[in-house]
């Protein structure tokens, strides 16, 4: 069966330190792999993909991940925490049935 | 550019009646896709409009259907509302193929 994984439904991480949201996935086929993010009061937005290509994705707001195959993981990162940062983040995985399916969310919370 | 709208914007219903939800895409997308976000919970995936046809459907009963039409807004339907209906629903849209979505506000339904 395809699915993702988000095991930390929170993260809690002081601000200008490194942050990691973590994400599994299974699939067959070619992954195709996406984090979104949802602020309070706003809606989900797209941060970064990974379709093919360089293992390492930069996406918006200083985020990165890293596509590791072996470990069939997706992790978002970014090196320094920012108070604003504080959001609801989504993995998502396109699978080969042609399903879109979201990760549970993780709730990242950075204290000053 | 104006981004992905919905409409209502805030919907209460009684038990057992029907609802119509809403969404226009950005201009250029094709791709339509519908989500049910249960408070507190993750996004599930319901439909999946592209050129005006349902690419795929998530685990959702026949009495959630919609449409999308020929300038690629599409309608949500839900008959016979359940009280575990009440939630967003956002609608998300993107290019024709894998590529990032972009979601609108949502529509918040509560059920009675």
């Known amino acids: 069966a395809q699915s993702v994984a988000q095991p930390e439904d929170q993260v809690n991480v002081a601000e200008g330190n490194p942050l990691t949201v973590k994400c599994t996935y299974s699939?067959?086929?070619?992954?195709?792999l996406f984090w979104y993010v949802q602020y309070p009061n706003r809606g989900l937005q797209f941060l970064l993909k990974?379709?093919?290509?360089?293992?390492l994705v930069k996406g918006s707001y200083g985020f990165e991940a890293e596509f590791n195959k072996s470990q069939t993981s997706f992790h978002l990162k970014k090196p320094s925490a920012l108070v604003s940062d504080s959001a609801l983040y989504f993995c998502?995985?396109?699978?080969?049935?042609?399903?879109?399916?979201f990760g549970s969310g993780t709730r990242l919370s950075i204290r000053p | 550019e104006a981004g992905v709208t919905q409409s209502p914007t805030h919907l209460i219903k009684t038990r057992g009646q029907q609802v119509t939800l809403r969404c226009s895409p950005i201009?250029?997308?094709?791709?339509v896709y519908w989500y049910q976000q249960a408070l507190g919970l993750g996004l599930q995936f319901l439909l999946w409009?592209?050129?005006?046809?349902?690419?795929n459907r998530g685990n959702f009963p026949p009495r959630f259907s919609g449409r999308q039409f020929p300038n690629y807004s599409s309608e949500l339907n839900v008959n016979a509302l359940e009280l575990e209906d009440s939630a967003l629903y956002l609608c998300?849209?993107?290019?024709?193929?894998?590529?990032?979505?972009?979601f609108g506000p949502g529509t918040r339904l509560t059920v009675t």
């Open positions: 409009y592209d050129e005006g046809e349902e690419r």
């Open positions: 998502a995985i396109y699978s080969s049935a042609s399903k879109i399916i």
């Open positions: 990974y379709i093919t290509g360089d293992n």
């Open positions: 201009s250029g997308h094709t791709s």
């Open positions: 998300a849209t993107s290019l024709r193929g894998i590529h990032e979505q972009y």
């Open positions: 699939v067959s086929g070619n992954p195709y």
